[in-house]
């Protein structure tokens, strides 16, 4: 069994930064990419950031660009999403999650571990 416990989160005003942590654990495992994904209330889950793990390419949603920062950590498996200039729109439950498998990875569904989920809340 794998686990993905995150570390971060909370609230803060407009145009501050947060840094979201999550650290995979237990049964050993080869990841294909690690990514972010949110979800604010009554929406569906979106996608944030990825990282792939052979080569460290990322990828972002286009809201994010240029303000969020996606990056690993080599001496273990976990990931760090850095959030600067955050926007009430930010606003959301944060998900950590892990993949084995190669594909789309802004697709949530193809994601086989999860984080707890993190509460990000950006006020006005």
């Known amino acids: 069994q794998v686990q993905l416990v995150q570390i971060g989160g909370g609230l803060v005003q407009a145009g501050g930064s947060l840094r979201l942590s999550c650290e995979a654990s237990?049964?050993?495992?080869?990841?294909?990419?690690m990514a972010w994904f949110r979800q604010a209330p009554g929406k569906e889950r979106q996608f944030v950031a990825a990282i792939v793990w052979s080569d460290g390419n990322t990828y972002y949603r286009n809201s994010v660009k240029g303000r969020f920062t996606i990056f690993r950590d080599n001496a273990k498996i976990a990931v760090h999403l850095q959030m600067n200039s955050l926007k009430p729109e930010d606003t959301a439950v944060y998900f950590c999650?892990?993949?084995?498998?190669?594909?789309?990875?802004?697709?949530?569904?193809?994601?086989?571990?999860w984080g707890q989920g993190t509460q990000v809340t950006v006020s006005s």
């Open positions: 999650a892990a993949r084995w498998t190669s594909g789309d990875v802004s697709e949530v569904s193809e994601y086989d571990f």
């Open positions: 237990g049964r050993t495992f080869s990841s294909y990419a």
